[in-house]
């Protein structure tokens, strides 16, 4: 089979009835990079533009995705990270096949999804150190052999993500309890799935003001989409 390296939806072997209106985005980033504030402003953006968007988050989204998450995330024993790379791709099977797909398949829709594959390869590939190859590997089984059109890595650094966390407050969850090594194993991670599909990711400095990280958003999803700027 195919390597899944620098593949997009149109060159998978996975050929799924996509409308070619539709557009698949996710949003990547360590605790604390700005995902979700960036995500909302995306979503109001491309409604502006009259398209429709259905937002989603991993792990998730699905019935039977959101039990996952909750016995992953509370989760208070230590789980053996082929069991974690392998439940987040159940997670990922469900939520392609009741989801992503089918909304894939209607015109001018755009699914935007809060993490994904490149997640799996950061925490479970390079973090956990299963490396990114195995986790490449379970996606090779279809539905999971399909990638996003655009990525947005919103980069920042160990220190920021700490600083936030701590505003933040609350419980931590099963991740958030990880020490710094694991959150600079993360970055890396990050930063090996950008060099294993560069021109699919694409790298934003989230360190600064939201304006600034939603311009370099709004530019990438124009190019793609064929909206003048
Ligand atoms: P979540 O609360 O959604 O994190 P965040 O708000 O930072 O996006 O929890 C999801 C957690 O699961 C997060 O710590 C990252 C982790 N994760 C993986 O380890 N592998 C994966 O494939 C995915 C999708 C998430």
New binding site residues.
């Given amino acids: 089979m195919k390597n899944l390296k620098e593949t997009t939806p149109d060159t998978s072997p996975f050929h799924p009835p996509s409308s070619p209106s539709s557009y698949f985005l996710s949003f990547e980033g360590i ?1 604390g990079s700005g ?2 504030t960036q995500l909302k402003t995306l979503k109001i953006y491309l409604e502006g533009l009259g398209l429709r968007v259905i937002v989603l ?3 998730g989204g699905t019935t039977f995705g959101e039990k996952l ?1 909750e016995a ?2 509370a989760s208070k024993e230590a789980l053996h990270p082929a069991a ?1 790379a392998y439940l ?1 791709a159940s997670s ?1 099977a469900q939520l392609l096949n009741q989801v992503i797909l089918k909304e894939l398949s209607k015109e001018k829709t755009i699914v935007i999804c ?4 490149d ?2 390869i950061a ?2 590939g390079h973090a956990r150190g299963l490396g990114a190859g195995t986790i490449l590997k379970i996606h090779e089984l279809p539905p999971l052999n399909f990638l996003p059109h655009q990525t947005y890595y919103l980069d920042i650094d160990l220190e920021i993500s700490f600083e936030r966390q701590q505003i933040r407050g609350g419980q931590k ?4 309890s990880e020490n710094k090594d694991f959150y600079q194993k993360l970055i890396e991670g990050f930063e090996e799935a950008s060099l294993l599909f560069p021109s699919r990711i694409k790298k934003i400095d989230g360190r600064r003001e939201e304006e600034r990280v939603f311009a370099d958003i709004k530019n990438y999803v124009n190019k793609l989409l064929d909206i003048p700027g």
Avoid: A, G, T
């Fill in positions: 605790e995902k979700s988050r991993e792990p998450r992953i995330l974690e987040f990922r809060d993490r994904y594959i997640s799996s925490y479970q969850d099963y991740f958030e």
